[in-house]
């Protein structure tokens, strides 16, 4: 089955299907857009507290959907500074707007120079989600 | 069946307020008949089948001699005989188990799962979705009822039953099966035109908010009916069949355990979690779990000490480590004057 996927450029992404936005110092941190489709409705969302720090590709939440749980995996190492408070009444935003609105958490990065050449740009990320086809 | 059409929540809300369709022709259908039928089923279920007059269509259960459920299932007696519709994971284990009980018994027993379809029509728009279909006039099948009838270019029956806690038709199209599935495709193809097709995510959250037990989750040959509050099925002063010695036993002794109805305040249950009491006592755990689209949270089923079943008992279920506070709540999970089939006050 071959499903087109929203895949914006300009983002970083993780083989676990998470995105990174590098703006002015800070990195937002969602989950793609094939993740949210591939959980179908996301009902629910463990996430940490502003101040926790999270490290590269390990777990900082999870995200439920209707049938099943997973967990969420840091794009880059740092610091939480915000965490998306809409999505505790409103978690369907995850679905709705995976790339906007539907953002999980920021992080202000401790080793952001070194740590980005691990993360996938859009072509590559796209490339990854056609291997898994097969 | 998929796991889900487009959303495993608008699908569900579909069936909660308007109608929605599934393919449940994987479940097992059998016709038993021939001048024993009625002592056979006599023997096989705790329900009175002889008291069952043609047309009826009922609930019930295989027990082996432990009083254990071997599988749930409906029965419809027909003019000529029965048709079982049990879980599609147990017609293999409940076919032998028949069969077996069956060698004293003149009795014909077929296997018509592959020669026919069955699609179930569920929802308060369920009458609008399928009347274009049929010229049986469909508000005249009583809940729990059926009736052989025309639908789409296949013979039928369509019985009145459902297991999303909806008012709803659950039809088996006889001339349509997995060789010739045009006519059962014609037929599934008008009825997504009025009613949303829905997958198998739905049909589980639609029947954990009835509060209806899922076979291998909440009830299995370790369970009796007594403690997963299936004892309404049992007919009061029947004995003779399979498991009644057992049962018998059972309904003098106390139980050990309740299936009972968890609403989580956030967090969602998950089968296998374990369910304590507010000092963290460990007294049950949870059989199915799932996120309640009705209610916005997450709701259970489970099994506990009867001492801390009472409705509106504070809980707590251990969800990944940590606690989520809950009450043990009545089942069907929603309010039935605004959800579920006895809203309509037919």
Redesign the interface.
């Known amino acids: 089955m071959k499903e087109h996927h929203n895949i914006p450029d300009g983002l970083h992404y993780t083989k676990e299907h998470e995105w990174a936005r590098l703006q002015s110092g800070v990195v937002v941190v969602g989950i793609t857009d094939y993740a949210a489709r591939t959980l179908?409705?996301v009902?629910?969302l463990?996430l940490p507290s502003p101040g926790q720090d999270v490290k590269q590709l390990s777990t900082f939440g999870?995200v439920?959907?209707?049938?099943a749980?997973s967990e969420l995996y840091a794009p880059l190492s740092g610091k939480v500074t915000k965490v998306n408070s809409e999505l505790t009444n409103h978690p369907?935003l995850v679905?709705q707007s995976p790339y906007e609105d539907g953002w999980i958490i920021e992080i202000t990065p401790s080793n952001l120079d070194q740590e980005k050449g691990k993360l996938l740009d859009s072509k590559q990320y796209a490339e990854f989600l056609a291997s898994l086809d097969h | 069946m998929p796991l889900w059409y487009t959303s495993v929540i608008e699908e569900h809300l579909a069936v909660r307020n308007k109608a929605g369709i599934f393919d449940v022709s994987h479940m097992g259908r059998t016709i038993l008949d021939g001048p024993d039928a009625t002592n056979l089923v006599e023997l096989l279920v705790p329900t009175s089948a002889s008291s069952q007059a043609p047309g009826k269509s009922f609930y019930t259960l295989l027990l082996n001699p432990n009083g254990g459920i071997i599988d749930d299932l409906i029965i419809m007696r027909t003019e000529r005989g029965y048709l079982l519709v049990v879980n599609a994971a147990n017609k293999g284990k409940d076919m032998s188990h028949i069969r077996t009980l069956a060698t004293d018994y003149d009795v014909n027993i077929r296997d018509v799962t592959d020669s026919t379809t069955m699609i179930a029509v569920q929802g308060p728009e369920a009458i609008q979705a399928l009347q274009p279909l049929t010229s049986t006039d469909l508000s005249q099948i009583k809940r729990y009822t059926h009736v052989s009838a025309k639908v789409g270019d296949s013979r039928a029956m369509i019985t009145r039953t459902g297991y999303t806690g909806e008012d709803g038709f659950e039809i088996i199209l006889h001339d349509t099966g997995l060789q010739d599935d045009a006519i059962a495709t014609a037929v599934w193809t008008d009825l997504s035109t009025r009613a949303r097709p829905c997958g198998l995510g739905a049909r589980d959250s639609l029947r954990v908010e009835a509060g209806l037990p899922l076979y291998g989750s909440d009830i299995d040959e370790t369970t009796n009916p007594f403690e997963a509050e299936l004892s309404w099925v049992v007919t009061k002063g029947k004995t003779g069949y399979i498991g009644s010695e057992s049962l018998a036993s059972f309904s003098s002794a106390p139980l050990s355990r309740l299936r009972r109805g968890i609403v989580l305040d956030d967090k969602i249950p998950r089968h296998g979690f374990i369910v304590t009491t507010g000092t963290n006592e460990i007294i049950g755990r949870i059989t199915s779990g799932t996120f309640s689209p009705i209610l916005k949270k997450g709701i259970a089923m489970a099994y506990v000490e009867p001492a801390h079943s009472k409705i509106g008992e504070a809980v707590r279920v251990v969800v990944r480590d940590s606690p989520a506070q809950g009450t043990i709540t009545k089942t069907p999970f929603y309010d039935e004057k605004v959800f579920g089939w006895k809203r309509l006050k037919q």
């Open positions: 179908n409705d009902v629910y463990s999870t439920e959907s209707t049938k749980v369907e679905n």
